[in-house]
């Protein structure tokens, strides 16, 4: 099965700027559509951005679209999570997950793959 490994986390000031990646090892990344998702202290996780596995296909949550920018490179078997202009809500443990369902989804049960998250904190 795929492990996932989130990094690039860290402290930004708002209106700055993160690059996250999500490095796969251990199966293809290709295989799997790519979901990234964040929870803040004491909130449910919620759904950010998804990749299909060709990257041809891409949500977002309203919260961060034209902000955030979900890519991959199957040949280097990441996904990156760009998030620009960031604000204080953002700050929260980002997640990737893998899921080999067809088509990608925002419900985060459907992803049965994921990495141990790393932390973006947005200060103001």
């Known amino acids: 099965q795929v492990q996932l490994a989130e990094s690039g986390g860290g402290l930004v000031q708002a209106g700055g700027s993160l690059r996250l990646s999500c490095a796969a090892s251990?199966?293809?990344?290709?295989?799997?559509?790519i979901g990234w998702f964040r929870q803040a202290p004491g909130k449910e996780r919620d759904f950010v951005a998804a990749?299909?596995?060709?990257?041809?296909?891409?949500e977002y949550a309203d919260s961060v679209k034209g902000r955030f920018t979900i890519s991959r490179d199957n040949a280097k078997n990441t996904v990156y999570l760009q998030m620009d202009s960031l604000k204080p809500e953002d700050t929260a443990v980002y997640y990737c997950?893998?899921?080999?369902?067809?088509?990608?989804?925002?419900?985060?049960?459907?992803?049965?793959?994921w990495g141990q998250g790393t932390q973006v904190t947005v200060s103001s």
């Open positions: 997950a893998g899921s080999r369902r067809v088509g990608i989804s925002t419900n985060v049960y459907q992803y049965g793959y």
């Open positions: 251990g199966r293809t990344l290709s295989n799997y559509n």
């Open positions: 990749s299909s596995t060709s990257g041809d296909i891409r």
